[in-house]
């Protein structure tokens, strides 16, 4: 018996593009709404975690028009649910006596793992739910919430030296990069 001779791969390339591994079908970006920058001073981030949430029409008209406010806002667990509090979303113009109220608690979607998991570091000594930023991810609001560990004043004094260091470390090699000194 003859053995099978090896086939050459063709040289025709299928049409349109490859994708690589971890590359999405819609590969659409997240549109941020608001970001807390102020929690990332106040608190060290221990972990984070992406939440879906509960919103009415006129919240997410308001939302899309980009006004919100995150920073007074808190995450709070109940037994069996996580709630947004002090969330401000201002009443939509249009929505006239359909509107909302602007700081009324909001559920946010979680699965239960999740929420024993977050509710389990939620009551550590010292720990807080906080959000970080809410964002559109493929039409849908989203909300980033963080588990911190609030920073004494001394923590954040020392956390500016350490970033003003580091910019000027930064500076520094650039400068020499470009031939300069």
């Known amino acids: ?15 349109g593009k490859a994708k690589s591994k971890g590359q999405a079908d819609d590969a659409k970006p997240e549109k941020v709404i608001t970001e807390n920058r102020k929690a990332r001073h106040e608190y060290e981030i221990v972990e984070t975690l992406e939440c879906g949430i509960a919103l009415v029409g006129s919240e997410v008209k308001s939302l899309r028009a980009g006004k919100m406010s995150l920073e007074e806002a808190y995450g709070r667990v109940d037994a069996t649910e996580v709630w947004l509090i002090g969330c401000d979303i ?70 500016l030296k350490a970033a003003t260091a580091k910019r000027e470390i930064e500076t520094a090699l650039r400068g020499r990069a470009r031939g300069g000194r």
Do not use: C, W
């Open 1 to 15: 018996m003859a053995a099978p001779k090896p086939t050459k791969p063709s040289a025709a390339k299928p049409a």
């Open 90 to 159: 201002p009443e939509y113009e249009k929505a006239n006596q359909l509107n909302h109220q602007p700081k009324r608690p909001r559920k946010l979607l979680l699965h239960r793992r999740e929420i024993q998991k977050f509710a389990g570091l939620a009551y550590e000594k010292g720990l807080t739910l906080v959000p970080l930023k809410m964002y559109f991810k493929n039409g849908r609001a989203k909300v980033l919430m963080g588990i911190g560990r609030g920073r004494k004043l001394h923590d954040k004094r020392q956390k």
